[in-house]
């Protein structure tokens, strides 16, 4: 719920401070700009933090959400007629609160450009975006400053700001790319934010279309403009609602689609038809059947990479996860996987929390021939493409 905790506070913090930010803006940005710093600095430092900051600070800061909610306030009051009074509201604080959100940005990139710079998560969809985010969002933050705003021509600064519409698809594209694998794991708060996402855009597209044929007119009723914000939030609200029940009441019948490890987690399986559940005889057996068709796949002599019987010692491999590479280690005693530790990541806890479990299935299968979790289904299929990895050379 993140989205709507993000646009909760973007619009409580808009109404309250609008007249303390519109006289006196340079506190505010003092107070971002430490705040972000701080925020950036802890994420890349990592350590123990208190739960509230890693659930809830963090995320909102640098996890980008608050500063996608500013910017979307920003866009929202572009769609309004000039003199309608939502126009006259927040049309002298745009440009500030366009300049907080890019501060705010600016700490949700510098937490993720160690990572990027490193080359540990690869040229992927995500990065390439943000990299043409940010070379968009420098120019408009420039030119959203004052003192540079007033050295520029009317038409120069126009042409420089019409890059935000620009800035506004590249940033819906952004975050479908990040929220769409996890509508596809069954996750309520990804699902939640690309409905949200969606509507708000569809009600922009509504009013600049409004807007674009009605024009500025004085006699143009303010309603023509307003009507399908206030419609394009109703359907927010009605249909995150309905989703939502509806998500919590099939979490309650199946027990919440959380993986669980163990024995639980082993007659989950079986009811999902999960071959990890045989007898551990019958999937060894099975298992081992298969084994050297996998050596003579990986070219590694003496190893099997699916499953089998294994060289005793410490193995490390790598594979790609929802956000990037994971790193495990692997421990091979008696010939048998006896454990299996998860290194360097960039993915989120919920993430892999959910995806642990497919070690124990790992584990009593003694080889990688075991299903994802349902939940987790990029980060355990990273987990399980490290383990791999990792047993190639046992």
Known sequence: MYTLIALLIAVSFTIVCRNALKRNPAPFYTAFAVIAAFCAILKLAGGSVPAFVTAGL?????????????????????????????????APIRGPLSILACILTFSHAAADLPSMLSGRTGVTAVSVCSIALMAVMIPLFITSIPSVRSGMSYFSWKRIQRLAYVFYALLFLHVMILAVPGVIDGDVNDTVTVIAWFLIFASWLACRTVRALLGDRPETPLWQTQLPVLLGTFML????????????????????????????????????????????????????????????????????????????????????????TIDVTVTVSGGKITAIEIGDNREDEKWLAR????????????????????????????????????????
């Open 58 to 90: 963090l995320p909102m800061i640098t996890g980008g959400y608050l500063a996608a909610a500013l910017f979307l306030i920003v866009m929202i009051t572009g769609v309004f007629a000039n003199g309608s009074t939502p126009k006259r509201f927040l």
């Open 237 to 324: 609200v009605a249909i995150v609602f309905a989703f939502t029940s509806a998500r919590l009441a099939s979490a309650d019948m199946t027990g919440g689609g959380t993986a669980v490890s163990g024995p639980a987690a082993e007659s989950g399986a079986a009811a999902n038809g999960s071959d990890s559940s045989e007898n551990p005889d019958e999937s060894s057996s099975r298992q081992e059947s298969t084994a050297s068709g996998d050596e003579n796949d990986s070219g590694s002599s003496g190893s099997a990479s699916s499953s089998g019987t294994y060289q005793d010692g410490t193995y490390e491999g790598s594979g790609t996860g929802r956000n990037g």
């Open 355 to 394: 995806a642990e479990s497919v070690i124990d299935e790992i584990i009593a299968a003694n080889g990688t021939d075991v299903d994802t979790v349902s939940g987790a289904t990029f980060s355990s299929s990273g987990i399980i493409e490290a383990v791999r990895d990792a047993l190639k050379n046992a």
